[in-house]
């Protein structure tokens, strides 16, 4: 302990204390930003209850990443004549098609995914008539690739796939005035007596701000550990500085 105090290593120690401060501060900063994060995501998960559409998007918006699985609720009517299918959608084996039907809220138009059809019973059932309250999971909308069928030369009442330029074409709706993404159904009130069966729903996805919460706590931890390996480091260093220097033995004098 003596010669590990002597002046020569003086400047070993405040350098080690040096980067112990410094890297634990760092360290603390990255997991204190963490939890800030995580307690303002107020955004909740797919088995949280449903809030109002309105609280999450906006009529001519984007959907925000982080609310794609959000369960919302929405009161509005649906707009029996603007109803599309979306042909070559498999469900348990069997190809039939989603039923898309526009619901008219006092803010916009909301697009729901109302649920999928066999396709051989003829046309898919009309929805009911007067104010509904739903419940559904937001979905962003699809990429073309997602399409089973043709884009191009699809009978009136046909879309290929769900995203907003799609349904724009095909509704007479303005770009303002409908919601980004759609909402695959899960309930509504009062009941559907002709209800679809409901399609599968993506969960929610991480928005950009979750997966920088994440990485603050990944940065946290990556500097404590090399505030770990300047402590081995040191110790080696003053391990191998303080070892005796080995002692050469003499030769034994020579005889005539």
Request: proline share 10%; glycine share 12%.
């Given at each position: 302990?003596?010669?590990?105090?002597?002046?020569?290593?003086?400047?070993?120690?405040?350098?080690?204390?040096?980067?112990?401060?410094?890297?634990?501060?760092?360290?603390?900063?990255?997991?204190?930003?963490?939890?800030?994060?995580?307690?303002?995501?107020?955004?909740?998960?797919?088995?949280?209850?449903?809030?109002?559409?309105?609280?999450?998007?906006?009529?001519?918006?984007?959907?925000?990443?982080?609310?794609?699985?959000?369960?919302?609720?929405?009161?509005?009517?649906?707009?029996?004549?603007?109803?599309?299918?979306?042909?070559?959608?498999?469900?348990?084996?069997?190809?039939?098609?989603?039923?898309?039907?526009?619901?008219?809220?006092?803010?916009?138009?909301?697009?729901?995914?109302?649920?999928?059809?066999?396709?051989?019973?003829?046309?898919?059932?009309?929805?009911?008539?007067?104010?509904?309250?739903?419940?559904?999971?937001?979905?962003?909308?699809?990429?073309?690739?997602?399409?089973?069928?043709?884009?191009?030369?699809?009978?009136?009442?046909?879309?290929?796939?769900?995203a907003t330029v799609a349904l724009l074409d095909r509704l007479p709706y303005d770009a303002d005035?409908?919601?980004?993404?759609?909402?695959?159904?899960?309930?509504?009130?009062?009941?559907?007596?002709?209800?679809?069966?409901?399609?599968?729903?993506?969960?929610?996805?991480?928005?950009?701000?979750?997966?920088?919460?994440?990485?603050?706590?990944?940065?946290?931890?990556?500097?404590?550990?090399?505030?770990?390996?300047?402590?081995?480091?040191?110790?080696?260093?003053?391990?191998?500085?303080?070892?005796?220097?080995?002692?050469?033995?003499?030769?034994?004098?020579?005889?005539?």
């Amino acid at each position: 302990m003596r010669s590990a105090l002597a002046p020569r290593w003086w400047a070993w120690h405040l350098a080690l204390a040096a980067v112990l401060v410094s890297f634990g501060w760092l360290g603390w900063w990255e997991l204190d930003s963490f939890e800030d994060a995580s307690g303002g995501d107020s955004t909740p998960g797919p088995g949280a209850a449903a809030v109002d559409v309105a609280r999450v998007a906006d009529p001519g918006g984007r959907l925000a990443p982080g609310d794609v699985g959000r369960r919302v609720r929405a009161e509005g009517t649906w707009d029996a004549a603007g109803q599309l299918v979306v042909p070559g959608r498999a469900r348990g084996g069997e190809t039939g098609a989603w039923v898309v039907t526009p619901l008219r809220t006092t803010e916009g138009v909301l697009p729901v995914v109302r649920g999928w059809h066999p396709g051989v019973d003829g046309p898919p059932p009309a929805p009911v008539s007067g104010p509904v309250v739903v419940t559904g999971v937001l979905q962003q909308s699809e990429p073309e690739s997602e399409a089973t069928v043709a884009p191009g030369g699809l009978p009136d009442g046909q879309v290929a796939y769900v995203a907003t330029v799609a349904l724009l074409d095909r509704l007479p709706y303005d770009a303002d005035t409908m919601y980004d993404g759609f909402l695959a159904l899960r309930s509504q009130d009062p009941a559907d007596p002709d209800a679809l069966a409901t399609v599968a729903a993506a969960d929610r996805a991480a928005g950009p701000g979750e997966v920088g919460r994440w990485r603050n706590l990944a940065y946290g931890l990556q500097w404590w550990l090399f505030a770990g390996a300047a402590v081995v480091f040191w110790a080696s260093v003053l391990r191998r500085g303080l070892r005796p220097a080995p002692q050469t033995l003499s030769a034994p004098p020579r005889t005539t």
